[in-house]
């Protein structure tokens, strides 16, 4: 796991390229999709995608619902493949290591990969000092001398510490929604990921918890390569340097966010833009 | 933030190499056989039980066991046909006392009881039910045995009713609660009054769910021993009437099986066959009539 | 569920059989009725158990007062009775039971829970059902012919080597009646500890995958931990169960009256409160050794629903804070 036997070859991320136009112009790919297809049974749901996603930078991708947004981000973390029948075709590469290589782990590779989820879940039976170090304690992690600064750091980096700095034994679930949102983030970094994946993170917020994970997301960017599915397409377009639009399980569009909001290549871009549909 | 990031000491590298992970999947491996093995471990005595009782009561199968009025351990003709009748005896008056008595409490809960009195009930219901068969048993023994002077299958039957009671509200209630609140307002909005409304609309929908939780409820009180030992009692032939004592099929399994006859050890495993293949069948009907329902306590 | 064509004749037959004009007499007193009865049958049968037990054993309660339950001879010839030894007895082997059982039994549920396929579960659950549905005394009748005899033969001969009083031991004992116990409880422990995995969303469990946990830890960390509650009232079920079972415990249990020789005195005979009913209930004779009898029943009466109650209010309180998500 360790060494890095690049699997990945240049031609193929150049295939990936022509597709997103833009993306890699000034950098390296972390995360690269290709030819991928998943299923639910016989039906497939994803078609064929190819992207890369680049380093330090917010990845939107947006689409109507049903349009395999949430699949996709389910791919990258192999969380897929634990619903019933569901079924994954091609390659997912994480700094151009094949994730679905037959030696891979998923469980290694879901600790490199963050994930935030579309209605806050914190562990209920864990305190908010107990959510954040959830991912360290499993890592065998015990020593409060290490797990005490990372745990303000963290929350820190939320902007939820000085909220919560005095009641860390607290359930997690006692907190309000945007808190508890930001304690699932905070949880999800604690364990120092390279990708942060966020399904929808403000589906169930109010406006102001949802400026403050806007923020944060912004923020977050500065380290890590995150991947935000959205349905609403001023977010993305507040949040992400880059846009992919899906569409019936096809990738319709991918590129830098301006473009893709103000030159769209493709008419199903624009309809769905304009709000045509969806 | 960035700088930090590298000091914290396990840091990118710690977990990919460690012996930490190897560990870990280790220990997921294993569980899963461990688990699967408790879960053989758990399933062995069912099929050994079943497996016994078909084994010894086949062996020591006859047909006039079935047919035959039990008599002493050394005349090899005595049979179990006297507890086959008490059983059927006890169990027809512990039906006629349970099941109406039952899907009285239970429509009235699932009608009445949207109140913290009925939640009350519903609590006394449920704590009746856990309550221990052999106390049942005594109760009857001081309300009915005494009073008639001598056991009685009736006591017998008056106790397995008692027991049914709780059994049979619960599922009432249960099974009507699963009737769509659309049919019940039709029913009023076609000016149906309350009893018209429960009786043609609320009991007839839910009949099907009641009828197998009934089943079941039968095939638990055709099962009980402890409440029959100071009731029903015990007699070597089958009962004239209701106010004799009876043998029954359990009562007469714990009897014989403790016994140091032979022979009667072997009609006790007849006599356990012919009960499991009872309560088989009561089980299988109702997987037939409702296969949705998958209850057990 | 319903069949909508029935329940369309069936209001048409309700309509057609009845005058919407006029309430008939019946219907008058339909609601009262089902609130004298069905009320008052659960009132007066609980009333009924209570007043009957009580009244019974009153005689014994005012001889002995509190030193019934700290002496130790039974005695029924000298009219003396101490009921030490089957409060020891039911104690013992229902916690032995719970101590064989809940780790098997949490075991079992993750295995049909988390492990099992979807489809295979339903055939997971009728046997557990079948295993429920198994009379006491047909576990009693095997435990006789089929479970001591193997423990004599196998179990006890290996176990005597680590624990040397097991060497001692005779088939019938308070260890056997609890190994009875324990296979007797299983069906109630994992349904209701099934139940409750049931209750976990699923998002959960996403959310300890997507820290990078095993399968197993999410199990352990997420399930288990949020589902703990619900195993504390499957335990407190399962407790009345077994406090409570009489039939196969009498048969296996060797029913002796004799106090425990030690604290620890699990693989000699013993008697718990139902085997001493089950056995001298029906033979007992003069009224205070019966009083004595029924105020064990009545001792075991409080004893279960205590525990059945504290189970009961759980689950209820759970199945109100899940309701209400």
């Known amino acids: ?34 030819h991928l297809n998943a299923f639910y049974g016989t039906k497939q749901v994803l078609h064929d995608i190819n992207m890369a996603i680049r380093d330090k930078t917010v990845t939107a991708i947006i689409g109507p619902s049903g349009c395999g947004k949430s699949t996709l981000l389910r791919t990258i973390n192999r969380l897929h493949e634990l619903k019933r029948n569901a079924r994954v075709e091609g390659r997912v590469l994480l700094d151009n290591r094949d994730i679905y290589a037959p030696d891979v782990n998923p469980v290694v590779v879901r600790r ?40 303000e750091r963290t929350l820190k980096v939320v902007g939820l510490w000085d909220e919560v700095k005095d009641d860390l034994k607290r359930r997690g679930t006692e907190l309000s929604g945007g808190q508890q949102q930001r304690l699932c983030i905070a949880r999800a970094i604690a364990v120092e990921p390279e990708v942060v994946l966020m399904d929808e993170p403000t589906a169930s917020l109010d406006p102001a918890a949802t400026a403050i994970i806007e923020d944060l997301i912004r923020d977050l960017r500065k380290q890590y390569a995150l991947i935000v599915v959205t349905h609403n397409m001023q977010q993305a377009a507040r949040v992400s340097d880059h846009t992919a639009f899906l569409f019936n399980g096809k990738l319709i569009e991918y590129g830098p966010t301006r473009r893709v909001f103000e030159k769209p290549e493709q008419s199903l871009t624009e309809q769905y833009i304009t709000g045509r549909f969806g | 933030m960035i700088e930090e990031r590298a000091s914290n000491g396990f840091g990118k590298d710690s977990y990919t190499s460690s012996r930490h992970w190897k560990t870990r999947l280790n220990i997921d491996r294993i569980m899963f056989f461990v688990t699967a093995a408790c879960f053989l471990l758990v399933l062995i005595p069912l099929f050994s039980i079943l497996f016994q009782v078909f084994y010894n009561g086949l062996r020591a199968f006859k047909f006039a066991v079935l047919l035959n009025e039990g008599g002493s351990p050394v005349s090899t003709i005595s049979g179990i046909r006297h507890a086959i009748t008490g059983t059927i005896y006890a169990t027809l008056i512990g039906s006629a006392i349970g099941i109406p008595a039952g899907i009285i409490v239970g429509t009235y809960l699932a009608e009445f009881g949207n109140n913290s009195f009925a939640d009350i009930l519903r609590i006394i219901i449920n704590t009746m039910v856990s309550i221990p068969t052999i106390i049942t048993g005594v109760v009857v023994w001081a309300f009915v045995v005494t009073r008639v002077g001598h056991f009685s299958v009736l006591a017998g039957g008056i106790a397995l009713g008692l027991i049914m009671i709780p059994l049979v509200a619960r599922t009432t209630e249960e099974m ?39 089943l079941l409820a039968v095939a638990r009180i055709m099962g009980e021993t402890a409440p029959l030992l100071f009731t029903a009692f015990f007699s070597q032939a089958s009962p004239s009437n209701i106010f004799d004592p009876a043998a029954t099929l359990p009562v007469l399994i714990y009897n014989y099986a403790i016994s140091p006859f032979e022979y009667w050890q072997g009609l006790a495993w007849i006599a356990a066959m012919v009960l499991i293949l009872l309560n088989l069948d009561i089980l299988f009907i109702t997987r037939l009539m409702f296969p949705e329902t998958h209850q057990s306590d | ?65 509190l030193r019934l339950f700290t002496q130790t001879s039974w ?26 059982s809940l780790p098997l039994g949490i075991m079992v549920a993750t295995f049909v829970y988390e492990y099992v396929p979807p489809n295979l579960r339903v055939t997971v ?120 079972e009489t039939m196969a415990v009498t048969m296996v249990i060797g029913n002796s009256n004799n106090p425990p020789s030690s604290f620890f005195a699990i693989f000699e005979p013993g ?55």
């Open chain 1, 1 to 34: 796991m360790s060494q890095d036997t690049t699997t990945a070859s240049k031609p193929q991320l150049q295939k990936t390229n022509s597709i997103s136009s833009g993306i890699l112009e000034n950098g390296s790919a972390k995360v690269v999709i290709e």
């Open chain 1, 112 to 151: 490199r990969i963050g994930m935030v989820f579309q209605k806050p879940n914190p562990f209920p039976n864990m305190s908010i000092y107990d959510n954040v170090i959830a991912g360290l304690k499993l890592q065998g992690i015990r020593d409060k001398a290490i797990l005490d600064p990372i745990v």
């Open chain 2, 176 to 214: 009507i609660m699963l009737v769509s609140p659309i049919y019940i307002e039709a029913g009023y909005a076609l000016g149906l009054t309350r009893m018209r409304n429960t009786i043609s609309i609320v009991l007839a929908n839910a009949s099907k769910g009641i009828a197998s939780g009934v």
């Open chain 3, 1 to 65: 569920m319903a069949n909508e064509k029935n329940t369309a004749n069936s209001l048409l037959n309700s309509l057609a059989s009845s005058d919407l004009s006029a309430k008939s007499l019946a219907d008058k007193w339909f609601a009262p009725a089902m609130y004298l009865l069905g009320a008052g049958i659960p009132l007066v049968l609980s009333f009924l158990y209570l007043f009957t037990l009580i009244k019974e054993s009153w005689l014994a309660i005012t001889a002995f007062g």
């Open chain 3, 75 to 100: 005695d029924p010839i000298q009219n003396n009775y101490g009921v030490f030894t089957f409060i020891y007895g039911t104690l013992v082997t229902s916690f032995i039971a719970i101590i064989i």
């Open chain 3, 125 to 244: 659950r009728n046997s557990l059902d079948l295993l429920a549905g198994i009379p006491s005394v047909i576990y009693g009748l095997w435990g006789i012919f089929v479970l001591i005899p193997f423990l004599k033969r196998s179990v006890y001969p290996g176990l005597g080597v680590v624990f040397p009083p097991v060497q001692s031991a005779i088939g019938n004992s308070i260890f056997s009646a609890s190994i009875v116990l324990s296979i007797m409880i299983m069906p109630i422990l994992v349904s209701i500890i099934v139940e409750g995995f049931d209750t976990v969303p699923q998002s959960l469990r996403e959310a300890m995958y997507g820290l990078g946990a095993t399968r197993w830890e999410v199990t352990k960390h997420v399930v288990v931990g949020t589902t703990k509650p619900t195993i504390a009232a499957a335990t407190l079920l399962a407790l009345g169960r077994a406090l409570g």
């Open chain 3, 271 to 325: 008697q718990t409160i139902s085997s001493l009913l089950a056995n001298e209930f029906s033979e007992a004779s003069g009224a205070l050794y019966l009083s004595t009898l029924f105020e064990l029943a009545l001792v075991l009466l409080v004893l279960t629903s205590i525990v059945n109650i504290l189970g009961i209010l759980i689950v209820k309180r759970l199945k109100q804070s899940y309701g209400g998500q």
